[in-house]
């Protein structure tokens, strides 16, 4: 029975290929190609309800899909512009994305309205039995801990994915906001909270390195190349074997999710534009295997960020990780760059003791939500 007030949808399958911050977009391209039932036209929810006086005593909460591109470009300019100054984060290309996207009027969503005027939105896709909460924002917030308008919004798009047929897991990684700044909607949902940090090399602070350990003899230092695609997959399905981080991403649970999350990052803007020069793999080469990797894409002009950092488990406290992060922190600063982030889960303590030691700092504290419903 679907909880009262939600809006219909069913799940889509996303097509091959398409974050949290990536695979939102490569999952939107899905959607284009499938179906989606019309939802609810029109909800009136009680800002007071959770607690938004900010706007007066109620907001409009409405389906996604009546709005055009050109009524949600001022909101998302100034969510462009929180990106830009407070993660030094070019989210342009991002934006005219998700913009196309909506003028299909195919994407499950809500608006927030106050006087006719927008302040707020939130979307999702869906991943077979999988739904990833895309984005959430409204002006003037996710600078604090008090979000009155996108927990509004969070409220009926997870009620209205619980209630959804056939979805029985739920993601969200709301990079902007710091920890705790959504909990109410979500762990009053039953989800699980992974505490992540947004960390930072300015180059400008860096101090002196000590020297690369020594590559073993079978490993050679090599850029990426399309052709790694199947072993990279491989690399990262067999290192996220019973990692924590594959609680919050169950891509990496398998070879072909790990092939989806690898396309998504270098075919998607949701984490920056893939940077193919300052992305690099330690390749067995013996084997052919890849036993070690870096990747990394710029989120700005003068700004890279590593989308992922994984190391074959037999070949762990060889340094490998250490080589491939100075090898692409020196790149990117010789090629103009001043800075490069990173995110990784709070309770990784080994990586980000290695960060710690390279010179990183965290800047933000956020956090990955999960709805697990099948395992309950």
Same mark, same amino acid.
């Given at each position: 029975?679907r909880?009262?007030?939600?809006?219909? =949808?069913r799940?889509?399958?996303?097509?091959? +290929?398409?974050?949290?911050?990536?695979?939102?977009?490569?999952d939107?391209?899905?959607?284009?190609? *499938?179906?989606?039932?019309t939802?609810? /036209?029109?909800?009136?929810s009680?800002?007071q309800i959770f607690?938004?006086p900010t706007?007066?005593?109620?907001?409009? !909460? &409405?389906?996604?899909?009546h709005?055009?591109a050109?009524q &949600?470009? /001022?909101?998302?300019?100034?969510e462009?512009?929180?990106?830009?100054?407070r $993660?030094?984060?070019?989210?342009?290309?991002?934006?005219e994305?998700?913009?196309?996207?909506?003028?299909s009027?195919?994407? +499950?969503?809500?608006?927030?309205l106050? *006087?006719?005027? !927008?302040?707020?939105?939130t979307?999702?896709?869906?991943?077979?039995?999988?739904?990833?909460?895309?984005?959430?924002y409204?002006l003037g917030?996710? #600078?604090?801990l008090?979000?009155?308008?996108?927990?509004?919004? &969070?409220?009926?798009?997870?009620e209205?994915?619980?209630?959804?047929? #056939?979805?029985?897991?739920?993601?969200s990684?709301?990079?902007?906001? +710091?920890?705790g700044?959504?909990?109410?909607?979500?762990?009053?949902?039953?989800?699980?909270?992974f /505490?992540?940090?947004?960390?930072?090399?300015?180059?400008?602070?860096?101090?002196?390195?000590a020297?690369? /350990?020594?590559l073993?003899?079978s490993?050679?230092?090599? +850029?990426?190349?399309p052709e790694?695609y199947?072993t990279a997959?491989?690399?990262?399905?067999?290192?996220?074997?019973?990692?924590?981080d594959?609680?919050?991403n169950?891509?990496?649970r398998s070879?072909h999710?790990?092939l989806?999350?690898?396309?998504?990052? !270098?075919r998607?803007p949701?984490?920056?534009?893939?940077?193919?020069?300052n992305?690099?793999?330690?390749?067995?080469e013996?084997s #052919?295997?890849?036993?070690?990797?870096?990747l990394s894409?710029?989120?700005?002009?003068?700004t890279?960020?590593? =989308?992922q950092l994984?190391?074959?488990p037999?070949?762990? %406290?060889?340094?490998?990780?250490?080589i491939?992060?100075?090898q692409?922190?020196?790149? $990117?600063?010789?090629?103009?760059g =001043?800075?490069?982030?990173?995110?990784?889960?709070?309770?990784?303590?080994?990586?980000?003791?290695?960060y710690d030691?390279? %010179?990183?700092? =965290?800047?933000?504290?956020?956090?990955a939500?999960v709805?697990? #419903?099948?395992?309950e």
């Open positions: 029975m909880h009262r007030g939600s809006p219909s =949808t799940s889509i399958r996303a097509v091959d +290929p398409e974050t949290f911050l990536s695979h939102r977009f490569a939107l391209h899905g959607h284009i190609k *499938g179906q989606c039932e939802i609810a /036209p029109k909800m009136t009680s800002a607690g938004a706007f007066g005593s109620q907001i409009e !909460v &409405l389906d996604l899909r709005f055009s050109a &949600l470009r /001022p909101l998302l300019f100034d462009c512009e929180r990106w830009e100054s $993660l030094r984060w070019d989210y342009t290309n991002s934006m994305l998700l913009l196309q996207y909506l003028d009027r195919v994407l +499950p969503g809500f608006v927030a106050h *006087g006719g005027r !927008v302040i707020g939105y979307f999702c896709v869906f991943e077979a039995a999988k739904a990833v909460i895309g984005d959430t409204a917030e996710s #600078g604090t008090n979000n009155p308008v996108c927990e509004t919004l &969070l409220h009926h798009l997870i209205m994915l619980q209630a959804t047929p #056939g979805v029985d897991r739920i993601e990684q709301l990079l902007m906001f +710091p920890l700044a959504l909990a109410s909607p979500y762990l009053s949902r039953g989800f699980h909270s /505490p992540r940090l947004f960390m930072e090399q300015d180059f400008s602070e860096s101090k002196p390195l020297p690369q /350990p020594a073993p003899a490993l050679k230092l090599q +850029p990426w190349q790694f199947e997959a491989e690399l990262i399905h067999r290192s996220y074997a019973g990692h924590m594959s609680h919050i169950d891509q990496y070879a999710g790990s989806r999350f690898l396309h998504n990052i !270098v998607f949701g984490c920056g534009a893939f940077d193919a020069a992305s690099w793999v330690l390749r067995d013996r #052919g295997r890849l036993q070690a990797m870096v894409s710029r989120v700005r002009s003068d890279g960020h590593v =989308t994984c190391v074959a037999e070949l762990r %406290g060889f340094g490998l990780g250490r491939l992060m100075q692409c922190a020196s790149e $990117l600063e010789r090629s103009g =001043t800075s490069l982030s990173l995110t990784v889960t709070e309770e990784n303590l080994n990586a980000r003791r290695l030691e390279l %010179g990183f700092r =965290t800047v933000h504290r956020f956090e939500m709805w697990d #419903g099948g395992s």
